[in-house]
Structures are given as structure tokens and as C-alpha cells.
């Protein structure tokens, strides 16, 4: 599987941006998803992620209530949707998928990775 993240930009504090994951593959509605983020000079962290069917999700708790993980498995493709964004959400996003279809947080437990997008939140 490959994965291809785009979406990242810069946004204003309290803006919004829509990450997407494009992955190749016909097997990818098999996998579970998440999405991870690496600010500057700090560890790489888990956002959120979503199992195979879309019907289970995790978020960490920083961006719980504002960010939102979903798929279109027709599209191979799962969104971020980051809402009422602040200027700590400013990262390099990463999404990421497991063999399993059972969603995880841990970094570990994911066998692909994309390339990463920035986003830039401004105060």
C-alpha cells in the first residue's frame, strides 16, 4: 500500500483545513487508518484513526470535538476534517495503515506511511 497525504497549509487560527489520504491498493478498505503529527522538536504523536468499515474511531485529546477522521473506501481516500483550529495543531501529518482493520494509537502497530503535509496555524 502507499500512501499520499495532501491538504496541508497554512490557516488562521480558528480556520478550518481538509487533509486527505490517498492510498493505491484495492485492499485498502481492509485497513484501519490513523493519522499521527510532529511538531517542531517534538516526538511524532497520534491524532486519530479509523477502522476498516469507518465505524469505529479514536482521537487523542487534544483535538477531540475539532478534528473529525472519516473514509470513502469507494475513493481509497480518508479525510481529516480540522476545525476551529489553534496554533499547537501546527504540525507535519502523517497518515498511516495497518494490516488489521482494528484502530490503534500506537505508531508501532501501523505498516505504511505517507510522505506527511504541513500545516501551519497562525495566531
Known amino acids: 500500500v502507499q500512501l499520499q497525504a495532501s491538504g496541508g497549509g497554512l490557516a488562521q487560527a480558528g480556520g478550518s483545513l481538509r487533509l486527505s489520504c490517498a492510498a493505491s491498493?484495492?485492499?485498502?478498505?481492509?485497513?484501519?487508518v490513523g493519522w499521527f503529527r510532529q511538531a517542531p522538536g517534538k516526538e511524532r504523536e497520534f491524532v486519530a484513526a479509523?477502522?476498516?468499515?469507518?465505524?469505529?474511531?479514536r482521537y487523542a485529546d487534544s483535538v477531540k470535538g475539532r478534528l473529525t477522521i472519516s473514509r470513502d473506501n469507494a475513493k481509497n481516500t480518508v479525510y481529516l476534517q480540522m476545525n476551529s483550529l489553534k496554533p499547537e495543531d501546527t504540525a507535519v501529518y502523517y497518515c498511516?495503515?495497518?494490516?488489521?482493520?482494528?484502530?490503534?494509537?500506537?505508531?508501532?502497530?501501523?505498516?505504511?506511511w505517507g510522505q506527511g503535509t504541513l500545516v501551519t496555524v497562525s495566531s
Open positions: 479509523i477502522s476498516w468499515s469507518g465505524v469505529n474511531t
Open positions: 491498493g484495492r485492499t485498502f478498505s481492509r485497513y484501519a
Open positions: 498511516a495503515a495497518r494490516n488489521v482493520g482494528l484502530i490503534n494509537s500506537e505508531e508501532r502497530a501501523y505498516d505504511y
